[in-house]
């Protein structure tokens, strides 16, 4: 079994900016590749960003645009998500996911409760 629980969510102004972050426990050593969705409300759910615990690169959406970097420690089983120029269409849930491979990721391993990110004027 794998828990993640996701926190740093919030409410900021556009141009802003924060970090979520996932904290992963359990058997995390199965699930090679975490990733960040998000959905707001009355659209899909859409990839954000992936990464492998043990690669070097990540991978965005193409909406990021920059804008966002993602990242891991390893030793404290923790991904991040650092937004900056945060837009009104950032305004979403977003969720940590984690499974076997990154073409796995959004459709099965385990998933966060999500954290809602609300962009205002």
């Known amino acids: 079994q794998v828990q993640l629980q996701e926190s740093g969510g919030g409410t900021v102004q556009i141009g802003g900016s924060l970090r979520l972050s996932c904290v992963v426990s359990?058997?995390?050593?199965?699930?090679?590749?975490m990733g960040w969705f998000r959905q707001a409300p009355g659209k899909e759910r859409e990839f954000v960003a992936a990464?492998?615990?043990?690669?070097?690169?990540?991978y965005y959406g193409d909406f990021v645009k920059g804008r966002f970097t993602m990242s891991r420690d390893n030793l404290k089983d923790t991904m991040y998500l650092q937004m900056n120029s945060l837009a009104p269409e950032d305004t979403a849930v977003y969720y940590c996911?984690?499974?076997?491979?990154?073409?796995?990721?959004?459709?099965?391993?385990?998933w966060g409760q999500g954290t809602q990110v609300t962009v205002s004027s």
């Open positions: 990464l492998q615990w043990s690669g070097s690169g990540a």
């Open positions: 996911n984690t499974a076997e491979s990154l073409d796995k990721l959004g459709t099965s391993g385990y």
């Open positions: 359990g058997r995390i050593y199965v699930y090679r590749a």
